[in-house]
């Protein structure tokens, strides 16, 4: 069993090669800094409003805590109140085996097509492709993943999947894969999403399986919640007759009460509204109302992983508001593809790694892909400690080299400053000759450009000229 | 099957042996609106209504003997023929309901017949002052969750002593075990250029009647 995150297919570069790419792309840098800045104001607008913000965040990562440090029971509580309620339970330990208990569920039904609520949980586990492999039809009916879907795109962002693309780029896909649009649809995003409603409505009408995430599921009383804006989770969550929902282990709240909590902290970081339009919140059956068959199908997949690690595991507090993304300074410049997962940003640069390991050279990049400005756990509900864990990360990808049988240039550089700073006269007189190379090199009381590998520094930025004696030199003299 | 809930369960254990103890949740937030702008009930029924209209939905205040002309007011003003109502809501509510055919809910109402109404009218279990949101629980006048969600215009009526300051008001009054609807405004996006538009799949217009005691 191994866990699996789904990402661009092909082997993806690591990030320091996708963000050049990104960063040259001017549309998409427009895009991105229109968007995250907007979101972003509009956030801070809607917090500012909130007296007691600052006690919501602390009782938000305490809630988080409370049930991730006591999983094994929430989950073990929360799987026997979902059956009281007429639900039915399924656990997956990785990606692969999540997305065969969903094709098995389908396929009981009979049904070929199936209408999908954005989840994070099913694109990290590539349902959508496991299901086509299996010949079901998924459609995706929020309107961002549908602009994705339709232009067999990839997503670039938590909360808003398109983000990366503007009105006119919408319009033009709109009209080449959109069947049945109206001739004359303008850029106009309200016509854009009157499109999108007509073009979903007939699916919503006759659907009979719909496959959805949850934002939270809670233990005590194994009630799910889903917050969406549309509609289109709402007509998922009670028009069809059999409802699947995939849920991530750490989406477990302890208590009912804790949705006080979650419910202002969650709306205001991401979309940046007092509330969003539409919660959702479900307990098994009803009868006479809404889905009659209910499955809940709880995914593993690398997260019992990040959990064992005692300084990582505040990572799966994550409610997935995607705020951490909006003020990030290098989200903003390279949009979300250059991270290579469905989770990028600040977040994916802790999570992804913690989901997929870091064996390959874009997971191992992703704790780098950071200035460590702690923008993001500023602004993060749950307390997050971003920087804390891109630090920690690091080591970890350090750690995991050590004992590669060649030795990285970087380690083989710290491994000789260790050797010399381990001895004063070593170290002195590498000094004196870091003092000497470093004046001949300078032009005007800088350096422009170091030689070798240490050109990496001076690609961004110049090192000012050493001074003519070091300290030591000057203290012996005195 | 069971294998994977064993195992998975294992590993939490595993990997959560020497963890520390779970905290204890600070609840120092607020449960209630404070300060004094809120002393009196009619502070926060003012709030709600500003807060609904923050959300470019409609909202009037009626007095409770003007509820069933403000509602067919409403519907008229709709130009709606045909709207659908919970089997149990008021009579009160559609006594003056004139020239308007109001279906009441049944099984055999399914989504492609409530589609083609032109309206749905329901009532409330909670109402939320600080978010401006409202709360259907499948209760008294509410009905099944797809009416207030399939039809393209909703109407609802919301008493003031329905009207809770807060979110943490809110979740003490609602029982878990029934299925929630909150509604804050007419059905939205912004997923183009996160501009707002109002109206996607959930009914594109939302009024709300506050009914004064």
Redesign the interface.
Known sequence: MTPSVAGPSGRPPKFSEAARTALADTQLRRNLAAATHTIRERRAAVVDEVADWEDLRDAGAAVKDRALLRLDSALEELERSVVEAGGTVHWARDAAEANAIVTSLVRATGETEVVKVKSMATQEIGLNEALAAAGITAYETDLAELIVQLGDDWPSHILVPAIHRNRAEILALFQRAMPGVPPDLTDDPAELAAAARAYLRERFLTAKVSISGANFAIAETGTLVVLESEGNGRMCLTLPDTLISVVGIEKVLPAWRDLEVMLQLLPRSSTGERMNPYTSTWTGVTPGDGPQDFHLVLLDNGRTGALADEVGRAALRCIRCSACLNVCPVYERTGGHAYGSVYPGPIGAILTPQLRGVQSALDASLPYASTLCGACADVCPVRIDIPEILVHLRGKVVESRRHRPVPTPEMLMMRSIAWTMGDRGRYESALAQTVRWGRLLSRGGRIRRLPGLLAKWTDARDLPMPPRQSFRAWWRRR | ?TA??E???A??????AG????????????VRL?GPEFESRADVVALFTE?VA??RASVRHVAADELGTAVAAALWGREAKRIVVPSDLPYGWLAELDGVQALADS?ALD??VL?DLDGVVTGCAVA?A????VVLD?GRAQG???LS??PDYHLCVVHVDQIVGT??E???RLD????????????????????R?E?????RTLEVLVVED
Do not use: F, N
């Open positions: 099957m994977a809930r195992e998975i369960l590993r939490v254990r595993a990997a959560l963890a520390p103890e779970p905290p204890e949740v600070p609840r120092d937030y607020a404070g807060r923050d959300y099984s989504p492609p589609a939320i600080q978010t401006g949101t499948g099944r969750r797809l969600l399939v979110v943490p809110a979740i003490d878990p075990y029934r299925p929630l609807t909150w509604i804050s405004g007419p059905s939205a996006t912004s997923d183009i250029e996160l501009s538009v109206g996607v799949h959930g009914p």
